[in-house]
């Protein structure tokens, strides 16, 4: 059996003028997540509509077919501890964590690239 190395942002990139969240990662992907979509893709219990629907089975197949159906802008962006990143939305909303591992997997195909 293969166990994989943890992988970690090297690198997080908040562009406001465009509406994307740009992440580095160690294995040398890159990852450019438009912030509309992100903010739907929220893996809070009251984003997910309770906690049966936390985990892997309440995330989204593809990032890129969330569609917002308002603007959403993040107006901060905070580390947590060595796993996550803690957003704060325009909408107020910021319960949310986006760990790592989840902002790893929600990398959408069309924007990764490796450097």
């Known amino acids: 059996m293969t166990v994989m190395e943890p992988v970690f942002p090297t690198n997080i990139t908040l562009e406001q003028s465009t509406g994307y969240l740009t992440i580095d990662w160690s294995d040398g992907r890159v ?3 438009p912030v509309g979509p992100l903010r739907l893709a929220c893996p809070c219990a009251e984003c997910r509509e309770g906690h049966e629907r936390m985990g892997r089975q309440g995330d989204p197949q593809n990032l890129l077919d ?21 957003v704060y939305w325009n909408d107020g909303h910021h319960t949310g964590l986006y760990t790592w591992e989840y902002l790893y997997r929600l990398c959408p195909a069309e924007a990764s690239r490796a450097r």
């Open 31 to 33: 990852c450019r997540y």
């Open 66 to 86: 969330l569609i917002p159906l308002q603007t959403y802008r993040v107006e901060r962006l905070e580390l947590v501890g060595n796993y996550a990143l803690q």
